[in-house]
């Protein structure tokens, strides 16, 4: 039930660009991504709610394949601040919402 | 806004005792669920509730129980602690089960 991130860690200098992507094996109704501190709770960053619908958040955006089960979230040209593990959030037609297992992000000066 | 509320932050048990974590929201809000965090494996949904009166079981239910008399509150039981259950416990509630999710703060459970 629960969809699989990769990677699962990824370091990155200032200025470049990732990609995180999120797979799962049940047909999929939303999408969303959050982006979680060391020793906080996860942060809302944006919810994708048809297939093909991309979104924007400043730098960072996101694609959502339905027929695929898949999205990806795109940072681009990242910040010290975009640092965290970002995860994947999917629900099914059984009201119930999974996380994903989690994409580490360092971003190094 | 207070938005939403978990008690405690940290709490050390003993094997076998049993406790209850809280979880409030001051939103209105009638999708709330419980996960638990472990290193590596994300956050997994233990159980959700729908409204008042509706409940039902996530993908690790076991050793836990939930009960939802009221649309701000959402308790999560456990009823004879393990050592398994040592994990950081995060409470979320959103309008609906596929919108916004709100966080709170997070327990982190130590079982001895």
């Known amino acids: 039930q629960q969809p699989v991130q990769s990677p699962q860690a990824v370091i990155l200098r200032e200025g470049e660009d990732a990609v995180i992507n999120c797979s799962s094996s049940k047909a999929l109704y939303s999408v969303h991504w959050y982006r979680q501190k060391h020793g906080e709770a996860p942060v809302f960053l944006m919810i994708?709610?048809?297939?093909?619908e991309q979104k924007g958040h400043e730098k960072i955006s996101a694609s959502f394949n339905e027929k695929k089960q898949q999205s990806s979230l795109y940072l681009t040209a990242s910040q010290l601040s975009y640092s965290g593990t970002y995860f994947c959030?999917?629900?099914?037609?059984?009201?119930?919402?999974?996380f994903g297992t989690g994409t580490s992000l360092t971003v190094i000066p | 806004n207070a938005g939403v509320t978990q008690t405690p932050k940290f709490q050390v048990l003993k094997t076998g005792q049993s406790m209850t974590l809280q979880c409030a929201q001051d939103m209105n809000h009638e999708y709330m669920s419980w996960y638990r965090q472990d290193p590596g494996m994300g956050l997994r949904l233990i159980h959700y509730s729908v409204g008042a009166g509706i409940t039902d079981q996530g993908e690790v239910p076991n050793g836990y129980n939930v009960s939802r008399s009221t649309t701000e509150d959402f308790p999560l039981r456990l009823l004879s602690a393990a050592p398994s259950q040592t994990s950081v416990y995060f409470c979320?509630?959103?309008?609906?089960?596929?919108?916004?999710?709100?966080f709170g703060q997070g327990t982190r459970l130590t079982v001895v």
């Open positions: 994708l709610l048809k297939g093909g």
């Open positions: 959030g999917t629900a099914n037609t059984g009201n119930q919402f999974y």
């Open positions: 979320a509630s959103s309008y609906l089960g596929l919108g916004e999710a709100f």
